[in-house]
């Protein structure tokens, strides 16, 4: 794997999970639609370091902004602080651990809507309505806890496949290292 | 370590300064030439995803509309079926009520103690007109008992069985019956002849038979009440040197399809 081509591998993750997220769950009722982006970001986040949650986080939230149309920023502050938080726990989270990813994803989904909740509050963006946020945010965590390991298993794959491509590279694990 | 802190530092700081310059003016959302490239591709990889999951949806509508229409075709069939038998029902039984009002109104005018009866079954050779009705001398029915259908004369009883009957139809060659021409009063005697048609025997060739003249019975051979049509005159014959003149008489009951008769337990002339 060339240097650059992880970084490519996960923002090609990114923008399909965005591409995904507004053209098909969009459309799932009821809130049950997961948020594979916030699900890649924390499994390269967990798995990179902070440097690599904070950039991947940042772009994340950007393509988010970009895509649903709300004011750039928003979710770009949202997931970053999201990216930087999983990024910095590295070494305390074995995302190898059956229930480890699971666990965090519902964390972070709840923690991450809460976030964005403040930050419209406090740019006075619009008014949020706490429970409805909080209800929300409760149904989507329960979705991503069970799709956190198959979407981590399918960045693990993505990486290794991307790394058979290219056998006499160096694995560069962290490129942002 | 300080580097990826100033690295977070820097993104977060960038994150808020863009946060604030849109919040400004949020109408007026600017997304730049990078946001602008991005969108461009986004886009059309949006729309092809939409397209794929309408496309999926239409198929699994059709498919599942096809699993319904199936199943809605299967019970518009079973209901098309069970009305179609329901209507024929419906038209044996409407048939059979006419039938039976017809033998009611005939019971009434004939007057005396008349059993209705189903015909239960034919005698089937070529020679011999018998019919089997599902009525027999537990019910009252006794030997040479008239039997009549609404439009006439249908025979008389044959043998009985406690349950059953036999009837012998006009038409057999056992048969015979005296009669009178209803409009010339002529009397006569109509004898079956095994076919469709009898004859009509004994006709003085002093009187005008018509064709289409209707024939009822006289009465007098104590077997029949006066005044049962018996048929109409079909064609005459007259054969040279015979004494009577004769006529073949088309009966005036269709004994080929019938199914409810009434026996005339009290009508016959000799009670």
Known sequence: MTPMARPLLLFGLLFTGIAVDGAWLSRVLWGLAPDLVLLVLLSAAVRGGLPTGALLGATAGYLRDLASGTPL??????????????????????????????????????????????????????????????????IAAAVNAVL?????????GAERAARRRHPAKPIAYRVFR | MRGRIALAGLLLAAALMLLTLQVRQPERRAVGPVGAALLAVLGPAQTGLARVSDSVARLWRLYTDIGRLRIENTR????????????????????????????????TATGGRAIGARVIGRDTSQWFAVILVDRGSRDGVRRNDPVVAA??????????????????????VRSAVGVVLQQSREAGVVEGQGHAVVRLKYL????????????????????????????????????QGA?????????????????????????????
């Open chain 1, 73 to 138: 920023g928003v979710y770009t502050f949202a997931y970053l602080v999201a990216g930087i938080a999983a990024g910095s726990m590295m070494t305390m989270l074995d995302f190898d651990q059956r229930r480890v990813p699971a666990a965090t994803a519902a964390v972070a989904t709840v923690l991450l809507s809460l976030l964005t909740g403040v930050v419209v509050v406090v740019t006075g963006l619009a008014t949020v309505h706490w429970l409805e946020l909080l209800w929300s945010g409760a």
């Open chain 2, 243 to 271: 004494i009577y003149q004769e006529a073949l008489v088309a009966p005036a009951v269709n004994l080929d399809h019938l199914e409810e008769v009434l026996i005339l337990a009290e009508g016959r002339s000799d009670r």
């Open chain 2, 204 to 239: 003085s060739r002093a009187r005008d038979v018509t064709i289409g003249g209707v024939v009822i019975t006289s009465g007098l051979t104590g077997l029949f009440p006066r005044g049962l049509p018996v048929g109409t005159v079909v064609s005459l014959v007259r054969e």
């Open chain 1, 148 to 156: 956190a390991r198959p979407v981590d298993a399918l960045v693990r």
């Open chain 2, 76 to 107: 518009l069939r079973e209901d098309v079926e069970r009305l179609g038998q329901e209507i024929a029902r419906l038209r044996e039984q409407a048939q059979a009520t006419q039938r039976l009002e017809r033998l009611l109104d005939f019971r």
């Open chain 2, 151 to 172: 439009e006439g004369l249908v025979g008389r009883v044959l043998t009985v069985s406690p349950t059953t009957s036999q009837v012998l139809l006009i038409t057999d």
